[in-house]
T-cell receptor, first 116, second 113 residues
Framework: GAGVSQSPSNKVTEKGKDVELRCDPI?????LYWYRQSLGQGLEFLIY????????KSGLPSDRFSAERTGGSVSTLTIQRTQQEDSAVYLC??????????????FGSGTQLSVL | GNSVTQMEGPVTLSEEAFLTINCTYT??????LFWYVQYPGEGLQLLLK?????DKGSNKGFEATYRKETTSFHLEKGSVQVSDSAVYFC????????????FGTGTKLQVIP
């Protein structure tokens, strides 16, 4: 597709269950980001993938959160044993990731996660 | 580490009023600076950017000037419209190499007729 695609668009789960959120970046984009946007809050950085380099996981809030990126393309964000405070919009973005360029990010529409 | 500080919202203005949304940053080196906008029900999109000191980014009547001496990148528009109602995010990316983008907390703008 032409843009960043995220699925599902909405996810309702019960506390304690695991969830997987998917991001399909723009073809050819080597950089991929996950952010979290909570109600009334700004954009909270979660994790950053760049090519084959080790990901920057410094934003993951706890060890219940993990992400992987297979084949340098699709990424999955996994939240284990979900808690109510995990409820938020999870945003994925990608960029060309080339050096010496201005990092314009292209965002997906997000996954609205609701933990009951 | 890198950080971005934005004025807290919401900001409520009448149509045709002058807009300023303050943004200051902390970063080593010479970052690139951005404003992203999120219209209601839509995804974030780049509004404008500046890559070096004294550069002015502009788009859709919005402007922001990269001020290294005050580490600021304030967003301005001379005459806002109802359609400008959105959340505005200031962001930075360190230049040179693969660097993640750091966002501010966002400022909600509401323009009333």
């Amino acid at each position: 597709g032409a843009g960043v695609s995220q699925s599902p668009s909405n996810k309702v789960t019960e506390k304690g269950k695991d969830v997987e959120l998917r991001c399909d970046p723009i073809s050819g984009h080597t950089a991929l980001y996950w952010y979290r946007q909570s109600l009334g809050q700004g954009l909270e950085f979660l994790i950053y993938f760049q090519g084959n380099s080790a990901p920057d996981k410094s934003g993951l809030p706890s060890d219940r959160f993990s992400a992987e990126r297979t084949g340098g393309s699709v990424s999955t964000l996994t939240i284990q044993r979900t808690q109510q405070e995990d409820s938020a919009v999870y945003l994925c973005a990608s960029s060309l990731g080339r050096t010496q360029t201005n990092e314009k990010l292209f965002f997906g529409s997000g996954t609205q996660l609701s933990v009951l | 580490g890198n950080s971005v500080t934005q004025m807290e919202g919401p900001v409520t203005l009448s149509e045709e009023a002058f807009l300023t949304i303050n943004c200051t940053y902390t970063a080593t080196g010479y970052p690139s600076l951005f404003w992203y906008v999120q219209y209601p029900g839509e995804g974030l999109q780049l509004l404008l950017k500046a890559t070096k000191a004294d550069d002015k980014g502009s788009n859709k009547g919005f402007e922001a000037t990269y001020r290294k001496e005050t580490t600021s990148f304030h967003l301005e528009k001379g005459s806002v419209q109802v359609s400008d109602s959105a959340v505005y995010f200031c962001a930075l990316s360190r230049s040179g190499g693969y660097q993640k983008v750091t966002f501010g907390t966002g400022t909600k703008l509401q323009v009333i007729p």
